[in-house]
C-alpha cells in the first residue's frame, strides 16, 4: 500500500509541472529586454554626461558598449528606439529558446 502511494504523489507532481508557452515567453523577455535598453537610454541622455580629458563630451561611456554588438547603436534617442529593437529581438529569440529547452526537459521527465 506505501508503493501505491508514492506514486499517486509522483504522479500529481508531474502533473503539476507548467508547460510554458514559448511564444509568450519569448515576447515577455523580449519585451522586457528592449525596455531596459531603452529606459537607461533616455535615461542617460536626460542626465547628461560630463567634459572628458580631452574636452569632449561623455555620455554613458559603459552602455556605449553595447555598440560593439548592436551595430549602429549610440546612446542617443534614435540610439534608445535601435537599442529596444535590437533588445526586442535578443530577448524573444533567448526566451522562446529557454521556454523550449524547459518544455523538452518536462517531456523527457514524465
Do not use: C, D
Amino acid at each position: 500500500m506505501e508503493r501505491k502511494n508514492t506514486n499517486t504523489e509522483e504522479e500529481k507532481l508531474y502533473s503539476a509541472v507548467m508547460i510554458l508557452n514559448t511564444k509568450m515567453l519569448g515576447l515577455m523577455l523580449g519585451i522586457s529586454t528592449g525596455l531596459v535598453i531603452f529606459i537607461a537610454t533616455n535615461w542617460l541622455v536626460l542626465k547628461g554626461g560630463h567634459i572628458g580629458p580631452r574636452g569632449q563630451y561623455i555620455i554613458g561611456p559603459h552602455l556605449q558598449l553595447l555598440s560593439q554588438f548592436f551595430i549602429g547603436y549610440r546612446v542617443s534617442f534614435l540610439g534608445s528606439i535601435m537599442g529596444f529593437f535590437y533588445g526586442f529581438a535578443f530577448g524573444t529569440i533567448f526566451g522562446t529558446l529557454i521556454g523550449w529547452i524547459y518544455n523538452k526537459i518536462v517531456e523527457l521527465r514524465r
